[in-house]
């Protein structure tokens, strides 16, 4: 099984300054059609996740454009660009490459200083 | 809109059963996999059960093989899980999500078993 490391796993952050999260899998996330399954997904409190980004940097509709995803092979990056008070939650990496099982990250913990 | 909707959830005992329900609306449902994720109190998602999207394949996290067991009427666009012999272990919220890409997910359903 493919297992997601992300780190921190909690990050408190300053309203305006940027955040970033690292999710490394135990192996290459490139699929045989040359495309990678690495998505990102944010829950904020009481809420369900919400997918963010698919295919490592592609940005669902009506996802801000102050999140950003990048990163290929094993090591990869979400980053917010300027936190917003909405941005409280938890984020998630999830690889949907190598399945099954699909495996997500251990979640990485976005609050306010 | 594009939604789902879960149901079913509730309060068991260890051994028991309990069968989850998904409604899909907004979407062509018969053309995509499902998926059931769940969420145990305080913790992070871990993906439950895949079904394809003409219930030919069917994918199991090894923690609920051979005790649950998922399923789909795509006459009723709906997904099912049955959950059975369930465990202090299986408490969770459980959600419903539209697969592979999980882009598409339900509130969730509590499910409790003590």
């Known amino acids: 099984d493919v297992v997601m490391t992300q780190s921190p796993i909690s990050l408190p952050v300053t309203l305006g300054q940027p955040a970033s999260i690292s999710c490394r899998s135990s192996?290459?996330?490139?699929?045989?059609?040359?495309?990678?399954?690495l998505n990102w997904f944010q829950q904020r409190p009481g809420q369900s996740p919400r997918r963010l980004i698919y295919e490592v940097s592609k940005r669902d509709s009506g996802v801000p454009d102050r999140f950003s995803g990048s990163g290929s092979g094993t090591d990869f990056t979400l980053k917010i660009s300027r936190v917003e008070a909405e941005d409280v939650g938890v984020y998630y990496c999830m690889q949907g490459t190598h399945w099954p099982p699909w495996t997500f990250g251990q979640g990485t913990k976005v609050e306010i200083k | 809109e594009v939604q789902v909707v879960e149901s079913g959830g509730g309060l068991v005992q260890p051994g028991e059963s309990l069968r989850l329900s998904c409604a899909a609306s907004g979407f062509t449902f018969s053309s995509y996999w499902m998926s059931w994720v769940r969420q145990a109190p305080g913790k992070g998602l871990e993906w439950v059960a895949n079904?394809?999207?003409?219930?030919?394949?069917?994918y199991y996290v090894d923690s609920v093989k051979g005790r649950f067991t998922i399923s789909r009427d795509n006459a009723k666009n709906s997904l099912y899980l049955q959950m059975d012999s369930l465990r202090a272990e299986d408490t969770a919220v459980y959600y419903c999500?539209?697969?592979?890409?999980?882009?598409?997910w339900g509130q969730g359903t509590m499910v409790t078993v003590s």
């Open positions: 999500a539209r697969a592979r890409g999980f882009e598409i």
């Open positions: 192996q290459s996330l490139v699929h045989s059609n040359g495309n990678t399954y």
């Open positions: 079904i394809k999207h003409d219930g030919s394949e069917k």
